[in-house]
C-alpha cells in the first residue's frame, strides 16, 4: 500500500492543523494506521493509532484531549485533527500503515508516507 501524507504547514501555538494520509493499492480497510512524528536530533515516537475500521484507538499521553484520529475507508483515507497545538508539537508526521494490529511501536509498520512538516511557533 503506498501513503501519501499531507495537510502539514508552520500555525502559531494554539492553533489547529488537520493532516490527511490518503492510501492507495491495496484493501485499505485491511491496515491499522498510525501517525508517528520525529523532531529534529530526537528519535521517531508514536502519537496515535486506528485499527481497521476505526473503532479502537490509541493516543500518546502528550497529545490526549488534543488530537483526534479518524478514517474513512470509502476514501481510503485517514485524518489527524490536531487542536491546541504547542511548540513541542513541532516534527515531521508520518503515517504508516499494518496490515492487522493497531500497534504503537514503528517498527511493526509495513509502509510509510512521506512525512509532512508541522512547525508551531511559540
Known amino acids: 500500500v503506498q501513503l501519501q501524507a499531507s495537510g502539514g504547514g508552520l500555525v502559531q501555538a494554539g492553533g489547529s492543523l488537520r493532516l490527511s494520509c490518503a492510501a492507495s493499492?491495496?484493501?485499505?480497510?485491511?491496515?491499522?494506521v498510525g501517525w508517528f512524528r520525529q523532531a529534529p536530533g530526537k528519535e521517531r515516537e508514536f502519537v496515535v493509532v486506528?485499527?481497521?475500521?476505526?473503532?479502537?484507538?490509541d493516543y500518546a499521553d502528550s497529545v490526549k484531549g488534543r488530537f483526534t484520529i479518524s478514517r474513512d475507508n470509502a476514501k481510503n483515507t485517514v485524518y489527524l485533527q490536531m487542536n491546541n497545538l504547542k511548540p513541542e508539537d513541532t516534527a515531521v508526521y508520518y503515517c504508516?500503515?499494518?496490515?492487522?494490529?493497531?500497534?504503537?511501536?514503528?517498527?511493526?509498520?509495513?509502509?510509510w508516507g512521506q512525512g509532512t512538516q508541522v512547525t508551531v511557533s511559540s
Open positions: 486506528i485499527d481497521r475500521h476505526g473503532g479502537s484507538t
Open positions: 493499492g491495496r484493501r485499505f480497510s485491511n491496515y491499522a
Open positions: 504508516a500503515a499494518n496490515f492487522g494490529g493497531a500497534w504503537t511501536i514503528a517498527t511493526m509498520y509495513d509502509y
